[in-house]
Structures are given as structure tokens and as C-alpha cells.
């Protein structure tokens, strides 16, 4: 199940089976479907997701 979180006024969902985190609940439901088929991440799909940017501005 993706997870949602909620930090300030960004909405993420997380996918449960590798830890990425989107801004599009589409992208971390296709991940995780991705992930449980193949049992690994899709390269494609994991662009989508959002980089840590904690610290990086
Ligand atoms: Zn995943």
C-alpha cells in the first residue's frame, strides 16, 4: 500500500516496497506494483521520484 505523507504544504507518497517517495500517487503505485512483479526498481519509474533535497539549497 503507498504510503502518504505530509510535509508542510507537499503531499508525498511513498512506496512500501523499495522506500521512494513521489509527488504523484500514480508514479508510487506503479512503483510498487514494478517493484512486487520484478522484485527490483524500475529505472524509469524511479526518475520520477523525488530526490532528497534536504540540504542541497
Ligand atoms: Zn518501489
Given at each position: 500500500m503507498v504510503r502518504e505523507t505530509g510535509k508542510g504544504s507537499t503531499k508525498l507518497y511513498t512506496?512500501?516496497?523499495?522506500?521512494l517517495e513521489f509527488e504523484e500517487k500514480f508514479w508510487a503505485e506503479r512503483c510498487e506494483d514494478y517493484d512486487r512483479e520484478h522484485n527490483a526498481c524500475s529505472l524509469e519509474i524511479a526518475s520520477h521520484a523525488v530526490i532528497e533535497r534536504h540540504g542541497i539549497e
Open positions: 512506496c512500501e516496497e523499495c522506500g
